[in-house]
T-cell receptor, first 109, second 114 residues
Framework: SQQGEEDPQALSIQEGENATMNCSYK?????LQWYRQNSGRGLVHLIL?????REKHSGRLRVTLDTSKKSSSLLITASRAADTASYFC?????????FGSGTQLTVLP | DTAVSQTPKYLVTQMGNDKSIKCEQN?????MYWYKQDSKKFLKIMFS???????INETVPNRFSPKSPDKAHLNLHINSLELGDSAVYFC?????????????FGSGTRLTVV
């Protein structure tokens, strides 16, 4: 079974809007990662947030982590058409990353 | 230039055949992985391997076997292919020894069994 579950499964927004995706997980974690997958491509690592961090920024990405609720969110600000992709959260040990079910984000021009 | 490269990108084969997918990484990472992504985009880890230890997901049929000629390569052999093996297979690598958690993925091999 999947460790993480993303919500929503699909999200469609206009260019320039913000996109928020959520991830819930089941067990305690040391860190949580977010990945992007463009159509027909492999996953690309976006950002890692450690269990003792509550928020992290990287460019237009903002990730939050609430370990008490076992949830994380990924915010993409000022979205662009090139942000269209599937986004996955991942948890687990260094040698056994388990991925969520993914959110398909579509940014309309 | 590609950090993790897989070949072939597409593989169409008949049931019962044996096939291999090759993977190479030039990042100097110490650990390599194979993941299977189904049609609903669920990603499932199959193997985790460094030069000392192989971790096998217990749900993976023994028709699947990883083979590593050296630390930069982890090939996937599949015997007696079945229709249900159709999926996209991703190779990945990471540097575990120095605490790196981010995985670098290849671009995938789309396997279709007919």
């Amino acid at each position: 079974s999947q460790q993480g579950e993303e919500d929503p499964q699909a999200l469609s927004i206009q260019e320039g809007e913000n996109a928020t995706m959520n991830c819930s997980y089941k067990t305690s974690i040391n860190n949580l990662q977010w990945y992007r997958q463009n159509s027909g491509r492999g996953l690309v690592h976006l950002i890692l947030i450690r269990s003792n961090e509550r928020e992290k920024h990287s460019g237009r990405l903002r990730v939050t982590l609430d370990t008490s609720k076992k949830s994380s969110s990924l915010l993409i600000t000022a979205s662009r058409a090139a942000d269209t992709a599937s986004y996955f959260c991942a948890t687990g040990s260094a040698r056994q990353l388990t991925f969520g079910s993914g959110t398909q984000l579509t940014v309309l021009p | 230039d590609t950090a993790v490269s897989q070949t072939p990108k597409y593989l169409v084969t008949q049931m019962g055949n044996d096939k291999s997918i090759k993977c190479e990484q030039n990042l100097g990472h110490d650990t390599m992985y194979w993941y299977k992504q189904d049609s609903k985009k669920f990603l499932k880890i199959m193997f985790s391997y460094n030069n000392k230890e192989l971790i096998i997901n217990e749900t993976v049929p023994n028709r699947f076997s990883p083979k590593s000629p050296d630390k930069a390569h982890l090939n996937l052999h599949i015997n007696s292919l079945e229709l249900g093996d159709s999926a996209v297979y991703f190779c990945a690598s990471s540097q575990v020894r120095t605490g790196g958690y981010g995985y670098t993925f290849g671009s995938g091999t789309r396997l279709t069994v007919v």
